[in-house]
């Protein structure tokens, strides 16, 4: 059973949990790399066992440094997916290093591939924290009649243009065409917001 970590969280402003969140995965990115390469490989899983303890106080250092940070709004379940992982990575990591210590890789075996996952739910828990979360509608105020006005008057003028184009553009009056499509951009802008 994994246990929460004691906690003395304070107030995280955004930038400053933005800044800690990234300086940690610099750090992280490396642990997991080296223990997802060691996961990939039975035979240099049991030559390199001996930094397993080593990379076990990386997680935990860095499952420390998340429970001690308050999330933005909004970003707490994905907070806490994320530091669970992080403890369960650092868990099943002992869990590894301990087997090999005592059975070799046939011991080690059957928990190869529930680490790997784990170590793929820490880099899953951060993406989804990196996820840009969608900001919530602010009400647009209704439009003034005097908009409304323009807006309509805008359309008509484009939809009349536009037959008369279409008209010139079907006799070969490309004078006409052009004429028109002036007016039409020039009345456009003109009567823009």
Do not use: K
């Amino acid at each position: 059973m994994i246990e929460p970590p004691v906690r003395q969280t304070l107030s995280t402003p955004p930038r400053v949990y933005a800044a800690a969140m990234g300086g940690l995965w610099i750090d992280l990115e490396l642990t997991l790399a080296r223990l997802d390469a060691l996961a990939a490989d039975a035979d240099r899983l049991v030559e390199d066992r001996s930094c397993l303890p080593g990379l076990q106080y990386e997680l935990h250092r860095a499952a420390e440094l998340v429970s001690g940070l308050t999330p933005p709004p909004g970003a707490a379940v994905v907070h806490e997916e994320f530091a669970q992982a992080l403890a369960e990575a650092r868990e099943l990591t002992a869990e590894m290093s301990e087997a090999l210590a005592c059975g070799g890789s046939e011991a080690a075996a059957p928990l190869v591939w529930e680490w790997r996952g784990v170590l793929f739910r820490v880099r899953f828990a951060r993406r989804r924290l990196e996820r840009p979360r969608q900001q919530p509608a602010v009400p647009r105020a209704e439009a003034s009649n005097g908009t409304t006005g323009q807006h309509i008057l805008a359309a008509a003028a484009i939809a009349v243009g536009s037959a008369l184009v279409l008209l010139a553009a079907l006799l070969g009056l490309w004078l006409l065409v052009a004429l028109t499509l002036t007016g039409t951009i020039a009345g456009s802008v003109l009567l823009r917001p």
